[in-house]
């Protein structure tokens, strides 16, 4: 197979001994009786290759992680195990997400339902009754803003800024607090999970604040609909927050009663405080509902106004599904599962790889080509290939699928990456296996043909010694084509066919 010469000073050198020994052959044998093996030049069929080594890799492979944070519930694939593109491979416990998508979607359906029959209604002017009702259901609207926004705030000092240090300048998640007789500490493992949640914390405080301004004018529909806007955002972050603290929470084993305790008086907090994001969220939306179904008579307003409402609970259903997908792996395609690291019941971080998945059709074969060697190579090309595993004789077929255009310098020399792939799908090819390969780089038929050790190289000139009839030798110059893998060489120019050669090898 191909051997890299790592030193090129020794390449020289030896092309230079070489080239001496060649002239003293020649010295002593030209028009001397020597009794040397000859052998004829001969018509054959050749085939010129270049050899490579490389490792069958899989022409896919993935590591999988999950998305967010949370206590893994299942896991359906293990090593070695087929998995098809879109299977899911581990979960993560996600039953409070499913309901809560159940509930995005009945909303998202029922807002689209609203549309549908302000869409249906027409355009006629609003009555004086209609008028009536859309004013005090605005006032009804404002209300509940302004009532949603206090339950919030409130619902932020009360039970959410418990868990942060720094309040007045910077807050940081992570805080001891004292209970009794000792004290405990509320810290996620998990760095990353720290920071994302200070951002949570830093958006919240955002959200209210803008919130808070947009409730100074509520008079009117923009207002109104500005004011909305601002309660969504804030809705959603906090809940978003709060959903990553009850994953800290969750992921505390206490020691004792006493500090089991105190750890399900924080949960309780949590719940108590997601049920007033809930309630906000339900009150504003009661709301909307009333002043969207009094003014459906307006027109162009109410059906804006109602479209506006499908695209916030279509944002709503996205961000849940967003969420329920993190917390699932799954096959990005057709496959076996090369590795398995999620295990039911552990506690799994965001970005953290657990399992890998191969593709298990079409594997490769990476290899390094000489610099040499290199324009030889083309995409397309034939190759075979040999497994040490199944010895030289079980050849597979493969052919050149890409060529690295950058070079690889490796001990001053350099390489080529040439990526073969096989042919045929074949259970007996597994990654990592070391192969074999010839780069099948051109053929010819019929071609005069000596055996390549009766080649004589001086510099770019090449010569074989002819037989005389006398039984003595004369160098004669050749001009050498294809050199074949099984030791022959074409000369192209120089010889005739039956000539007797000289040959210093065991070809004849």
Avoid: C
Avoid at 56 to 82: M, P
Avoid at 268 to 280: F, M
Avoid at 340 to 346: E, I, M, N, P
Avoid at 478 to 502: K, P, R
């Amino acid at each position: 197979m191909q051997k890299l010469i790592h030193n090129r000073a020794f390449v020289i050198g030896a092309s230079v001994v070489l080239g001496l020994l060649s002239a003293l052959v020649i010295f002593l044998l030209s028009n001397q009786k020597q009794n040397l093996a000859v052998q004829a030049a001969e018509n054959r069929s050749l085939i010129a290759a270049v050899s490579a080594t490389g490792q069958v890799k899989a022409s896919e492979e993935v590591d999988l992680a999950f998305g967010k944070s949370g206590t893994i519930a299942a896991v359906y694939a293990d090593v070695g195990q087929a998995v098809r593109k879109g299977q899911t491979i581990a979960a993560l416990q996600a039953g409070d997400l499913q309901g809560q998508l159940a509930q995005a979607k009945a909303t998202l359906a029922q807002n689209q339902i609203k549309l549908d029959e302000l869409q249906n209604a027409g355009s006629a002017s609003a009555s004086s009754d209609v008028s009536a009702s859309i004013a005090n259901n605005r006032q009804t609207v404002a209300d509940k803003l302004r009532t949603a926004y206090t339950s919030l705030d409130s619902a932020e000092k009360l039970y959410i800024d418990q868990f942060f240090k720094n309040l007045s300048t910077n807050p940081i998640f992570g805080a001891t607090i004292s209970q009794g007789n000792g004290s405990y500490t509320i810290q996620p493992q998990d760095a990353n999970l720290e920071q994302k949640i200070n951002g949570e914390r830093e958006d919240l405080d955002r959200a209210l604040s803008s919130w808070a301004d947009a409730n100074k004018n509520l008079n009117d529909d923009n207002s109104i609909q500005a004011a909305e806007n601002q309660a969504t955002i804030a809705i959603n972050a906090a809940g978003a927050l709060l959903s990553d603290i009850a994953d800290v929470l969750n992921s505390y084993t206490p020691s004792d009663a006493t500090s089991k305790a105190v750890y399900d008086s924080y949960r309780a907090n949590v719940a108590t405080a997601r049920a007033a994001v809930d309630s906000a969220s339900s009150g504003i939306l009661t709301a909307k509902e009333a002043y969207t179904s009094a003014q459906s008579a307006v027109g162009p307003y109410s059906i804006s106004l109602a479209q506006a409402n499908v695209q916030n609970a279509q944002g709503a259903v996205q961000i849940i599904q967003a969420q329920i997908q993190n917390a699932v792996i799954v096959a990005p395609f057709d496959g076996v599962v090369s590795r398995q690291d999620a295990k039911v019941g552990q506690t799994a971080s965001p970005g953290q790889t657990l399992v890998g998945v191969i593709s298990n059709q079409k594997f490769e074969v990476d290899a390094q080509i000489a610099e040499n060697d290199i324009g030889k190579i083309a995409v397309g090309q034939n190759a075979k290939i040999s497994l040490d595993t199944y010895g030289p004789s079980v050849l597979f077929d493969a052919s050149v699928s890409q060529i690295d255009p950058a070079e690889t310098i490796t001990d001053g020399v350099g390489t080529y990456k040439v990526t073969l792939t096989f042919t045929n799908d074949d259970p007996r090819i597994h990654s990592g296996m070391t192969a074999n390969a010839s780069i099948m780089i051109g053929s010819k038929d019929n071609a005069l043909s000596v055996p390549s050790s009766a080649i004589i190289r001086k510099g770019s000139d090449t010569f074989v010694l002819v037989e005389n009839p006398d039984k003595t030798f004369a160098e004669k110059q050749v001009v050498v084509g294809i050199e074949s893998t099984d030791g022959w060489s074409e000369i192209t120019s120089g010889l005739n066919q039956g000539d007797m050669i000289a040959t210093f090898g065991n070809n004849h």
